[in-house]
């Protein structure tokens, strides 16, 4: 059994050596999504936060044009509600610790 865990985890490292950057920082973040975070999310208008929602082990995202600038909206799900979209310039994201 130890032997067949070695044998994966180096298929593994020779997979991830053989890419290319641009498909390791895909796979990299698609661990993250997988491994998530406790984060509160909040929508500021004006100074002020209008409204604020709780993202429990999971991750907000957002887009990339082709010369990996920010598109304008975070995307996530939240504990309150589901799926929201918010613009990025109006968006603070704090992670919660326990």
């Known amino acids: 059994m130890k032997k067949l865990c070695y044998l994966l985890?180096?298929?593994c490292i020779l997979f991830?050596?053989?890419?290319?950057?641009e498909s390791r920082n895909k796979i990299f973040r698609?661990?993250?999504n997988l491994l998530g975070k406790d984060m509160k999310v909040?929508?500021?208008d004006e100074g002020k936060i209008v409204?604020?929602?709780t993202?429990?082990?999971?991750?907000?995202t957002t887009g990339k044009d082709a010369e990996g600038?920010?598109?304008g909206y975070y995307y996530f799900w939240s504990e309150e509600v589901g799926y929201v979209q918010l613009p990025v310039e109006r968006t603070i994201?704090?992670?919660l610790r326990e």
């Open 69 to 71: 600038r920010v598109l």
């Open 30 to 32: 698609q661990a993250d």
């Open 93 to 95: 994201i704090e992670e």
């Open 16 to 21: 991830i050596i053989g890419c290319t950057e």
């Open 42 to 44: 909040s929508y500021v």
């Open 55 to 60: 993202v429990r082990d999971s991750k907000i």
């Open 51 to 53: 409204k604020t929602w």
């Open 9 to 11: 985890s180096a298929i």
